[in-house]
């Protein structure tokens, strides 16, 4: 069983930066695919960014591309997400995600070990 805590989170202006993390526990952090998905209120929890095992392959959604970076240190078992110029519409609760997949995939389906999640708000 693998526990997952985000941090990170808080109330910010756009255009500023936060840098969200989330620890894993409980299981061989290696062997899982990491994605972060965001959920704001009253709409469906989508996609945002995933990185596989071994961190060599990454994807950001469209809405984030170029503003957001997805990474991940296997010795410290922790997944980041950086994230920069940050819009209004990027105020939603932020989840990280593990699972087993081996390719990145965008569905929650795909995830079997989900984080208590992070408020990020952003004013404008």
């Known amino acids: 069983q693998v526990q997952l805590v985000e941090s990170g989170g808080g109330l910010v202006q756009a255009g500023d930066s936060l840098r969200l993390s989330c620890a894993a526990s409980?299981?061989?952090?290696?062997?899982?695919?990491m994605a972060w998905f965001r959920q704001a209120p009253g709409k469906e929890r989508e996609f945002v960014a995933g990185?596989?095992?071994?961190?060599?392959?990454?994807r950001h959604a469209n809405s984030v591309k170029g503003r957001f970076t997805v990474s991940r240190d296997n010795a410290e078992n922790t997944v980041y997400l950086q994230m920069n110029t940050l819009k209004p519409e990027d105020t939603a609760v932020y989840y990280c995600?593990?699972?087993?997949?081996?390719?990145?995939?965008?569905?929650?389906?795909?995830?079997?070990?989900w984080g208590q999640g992070t408020q990020v708000t952003v004013s404008s």
């Open positions: 409980g299981g061989v952090f290696s062997m899982y695919t």
């Open positions: 995600a593990a699972g087993s997949t081996y390719i990145i995939d965008q569905r929650t389906t795909a995830y079997n070990y």
């Open positions: 990185i596989i095992r071994t961190g060599s392959a990454l």
